[in-house]
């Protein structure tokens, strides 16, 4: 069954360092969504993606993070200037069609800043 | 109010069971829902997905929603200890729209 892929499983980083996180999202979806899991809290939005530019973002997702579609089957979240409370899981998804399809979830990067 | 609240439990039933979980929401404008299922260390994995009010069938698993009372549930028969794990329901206003999730329901099934 497709599945979307997210790497790295795990990133280490610095305060105030740029990460990265990518997502290979399955082949025939068109809306793509980053969301975070603080441990031991909800799940929470970040944003939204469709036609190459940002459908919907939350007030988490401030001038820090930026998202990207670099080329046809990747999809990358960049925190810039990281924060010890970004420190989180980050889930990557994405779903076919605006038309009843729901959306399908990858394992997650947890970032851990130090 | 919290938007979308649901008991993190824990939950533990004895294998075999029928296990009922439960998310009460506020937004009146939500119209999708769905449950997920997370193993540890592990993405959200969809198990249901309704529209609109009434019952979904998929095998061991009925997902019901009930628009008047904001109130969904899911109930897993014939429980296996394959199903421990943390169940999160979400919502949504618009398709394609942002996930509302619940805080996650653990359930433990003992052998």
């Not at chain 1, 990207?68 to 089957?73: A, H, K, L, N």
């Not at chain 1, 998804?93 to 800043?113: C, K, M, N, V, Y």
Request: proline content about 5%.
């Amino acid at each position: 069954e497709p599945e979307v892929t997210q790497t790295p499983s795990h990133q280490v980083t610095q305060m105030g360092q740029e990460v990265i996180l990518r997502c290979v999202p399955i082949s025939n979806h068109l809306y793509f969504y980053w969301y975070r899991q603080i441990l031991g809290q909800k799940v929470e939005f970040l944003v939204s993606f469709y036609n190459n530019e940002i459908s919907e973002k939350s007030e988490i997702f401030d001038d820090q993070f930026s998202v990207e579609r670099p080329d046809g089957s990747n999809f990358t979240l960049k925190i810039r200037s990281t924060k010890l409370e970004d420190s989180a899981m980050y889930f990557c998804a994405s779903s076919e069609a605006p038309t009843d399809q729901p959306q399908h979830f990858g394992d997650g990067t947890r970032l851990s800043i130090l | 109010q919290k938007e979308v609240e649901q008991d993190p439990g824990p939950l533990s039933v004895p294998e075999g069971a029928i296990v009922s979980l439960n998310c009460t929401y506020s937004n009146s404008a939500f119209q999708y829902f769905m449950w997920y299922r997370q193993y540890s260390r592990k993405g959200p994995e969809l198990l249901m997905y309704t529209y609109s009010s009434g019952n979904k069938e998929d095998g061991r698993f009925t997902a019901q929603v009930d628009k008047s009372s904001k109130y969904i549930s899911l109930f897993i028969r014939d429980s296996q200890p394959s199903d421990s794990a943390t169940y999160l329901c979400a919502m949504s206003v618009l398709q394609g729209g942002k996930l509302i999730f619940g805080q996650g329901t653990e359930l433990s099934v003992k052998p």
